[in-house]
């Protein structure tokens, strides 16, 4: 009989603890999502802040800038140049490149070391094309001298 | 409840907070390399539309030169006219490979021959603007 009301007592219990065991309501979830999003706009400056992420972005950006311009400086002295371009005028160095220009020398800063990769003629006359190598990227382009 | 909201905060701002560099590098990237093809696409025409002078003794513009008959680039370097440039050489910086689509228009006295060199417009670099070359005709 005392084991008979035991089981009893046990399966009741059981039963009780099933029913309680619910799912969340799409309010609660709602609810759950809204406050988490607040929380990640709030907590979201100090993480980027923590990770440095603009100023990696600005370094990305500034080092693309450096090549932008390196490239066109390239290209209005290879555009001016009397003789051939690939023909030592234009070297890599450790923290950017030199240019033999005709004015003089000129060195284009960087900050990585920069290759040569390629400079040839190719195409229709007085067409090079170049290709410069940063911190083992490749950059190349076209340029067309203009004196021949 | 408080502790699945911070947590799911937290997550979420940490992903928030690498999505700029996720997002803008490549594009930037893919900008900076398509208005580099662009430029070396006008010098490679540039160079194309010109030819050896005996008399002068170096290679001038030449008016003559019908570098897009129909308003399409000839790239065949059989042709005796149009751009003498072998095809992957054009591929490569004037045309998808490179982001760029190039289209040659005639102003309205036929003077002049002014070509577009503008940005895929399949690809992110669409919103870029185009370059401009003209040559007298």
């Not at chain 2, 513009?61 to 308003?71: E, I, R, S, V």
């Amino acid at each position: 009989m005392r084991a008979r009301v035991l089981r009893a007592m046990t399966h009741n219990t059981g039963v009780k603890r099933m029913s309680r065991q619910r799912g969340l309501t799409l309010w609660e979830l709602i609810i759950v999502l809204v406050l988490a999003g607040i929380v990640a706009v709030m907590a979201a400056q100090p993480f980027s802040a923590l990770f440095n992420v603009s100023i990696t972005l600005e370094d990305e950006l500034d080092a693309k800038a450096d090549i932008a311009y390196a490239v066109q400086r390239i290209r209005q002295e290879v555009r001016r140049m009397d003789g051939d371009p690939c023909n030592g005028a234009i070297n890599g160095t450790d923290d950017g490149i030199e240019l033999e220009t005709r004015d003089g020398p000129v060195f284009l800063y960087i900050g990585e070391e920069t290759k040569i990769k390629t400079c040839e003629p190719r195409g229709p006359d007085g067409f090079y094309e170049i290709v410069i190598e940063v911190d083992g990227k490749s950059y190349d382009f076209g340029v067309t001298r203009r004196v021949l | 409840m408080i502790v699945t909201i911070v947590v799911l905060g937290i997550a979420m701002a940490a992903l928030a907070s690498f999505y700029p560099l996720l997002a803008q590098l490549p594009d930037a990237e893919k900008a900076e390399r398509a208005a580099r093809n662009a430029e070396s696409c006008a010098e490679l025409i540039i160079a194309a539309s010109r030819h050896y002078d005996e008399d002068e003794g170096r290679l001038l513009f030449d008016p003559q030169k019908d570098l897009f008959p129909m308003g399409v680039p000839l790239v065949n370097p059989d042709e005796d006219d149009g751009i003498y440039v072998d095809k992957d050489l054009w591929g490569y910086f004037c045309a998808e490979d490179g982001m760029i689509e190039v289209v040659a228009m005639e102003d309205e006295g036929e003077e002049k021959v002014i070509i577009e060199i503008g940005y895929d417009s399949a690809s992110t670099v669409s919103g870029l603007d185009p370059l401009y070359l003209g040559f007298d005709r």
